[in-house]
């Protein structure tokens, strides 16, 4: 069975740091891109940042490019975003997601990223 589970959300306030987690398990972790998806209160899900199989391949959205770093371990198959510089336009609910190859197919429960003074 394949399971995503993130950690490491809370609350922060602006311009402060959090580190996410997200432990992979079921399948072939270092088989396939990763991706994290966040939604905002009211908001559809946003897409911003990936990662290729080796890591040496990583994407990010405009919104986040510059404050956010995603790297992964295969050998702890495991997935990190590093958020710096967090703004309260950053609140939302974060998902760890796998790329089946141009779908994404299989979604954690989220992690709650609350940025406020």
């Known amino acids: 069975e394949v399971q995503l589970v993130e950690s490491g959300g809370g609350m922060v306030q602006p311009g402060g740091s959090l580190r996410l987690s997200c432990a992979a398990s079921g399948f072939t972790f270092s088989s396939y891109a990763m991706s994290w998806v966040r939604q905002a209160p009211g908001k559809g899900p946003e897409w911003f940042s990936g990662i290729y199989i080796g890591g040496g391949s990583t994407y990010y959205a405009d919104s986040v490019k510059g404050r956010f770093t995603i790297s992964r371990d295969n050998a702890k198959n495991t997935l990190y975003l590093q958020m710096n510089s967090l703004k309260p336009e950053d609140t939302a609910l974060y998902y760890c997601?796998?790329?089946?190859?141009?779908?994404?197919?299989?979604w954690g429960q989220g992690t709650q990223v609350t940025v406020s003074s």
């Open positions: 997601v796998r790329d089946g190859y141009g779908v994404y197919d299989y």
